[in-house]
């Protein structure tokens, strides 16, 4: 099983950044992909960003060149930073990470951003 815990959503205008993390507990060995969805209401879960275990990002199109994906691997953690944030960009943020068939998501974390 593998557990994982998010964090660093909130409130922000337009035009600011917000740094979200997520750390991944329990099995975390044989990664095959980490990264972020989001859900705005009224929308489908969309991909923002993965991972893969070899280092190949896959950005969605609104987010290239404001957002990025980073980890560390000691802490068993990703980041995702999110720079010149637009209202469109308010969802909730959710973490996975994908091991052998399992996709393991975290519980959320809201991120609002005010025109």
């Known amino acids: 099983q593998v557990q994982l815990v998010e964090s660093g959503g909130g409130l922000v205008q337009a035009g600011g950044s917000l740094r979200l993390s997520c750390t991944a507990s329990?099995?975390?060995?044989?990664?095959?992909?980490m990264g972020w969805y989001r859900q705005a209401p009224g929308k489908q879960r969309e991909l923002v960003v993965s991972?893969?275990?070899?280092?190949?990002?896959n950005y969605a199109d609104s987010v290239k060149g404001r957002f990025t994906i980073s980890r560390d691997n000691a802490k068993n953690t990703v980041y995702l930073q999110m720079n010149s944030l637009k209202p469109e960009d308010s969802a909730v943020y959710y973490c996975?990470?994908?091991?052998?068939?399992?996709?393991?998501w975290g519980q959320g974390t809201q991120v609002t951003v005010s025109s």
């Open positions: 329990g099995s975390t060995r044989n990664i095959y992909s």
């Open positions: 991972l893969s275990r070899d280092g190949v990002t």
């Open positions: 996975y990470l994908r091991r052998y068939i399992y996709t393991y």
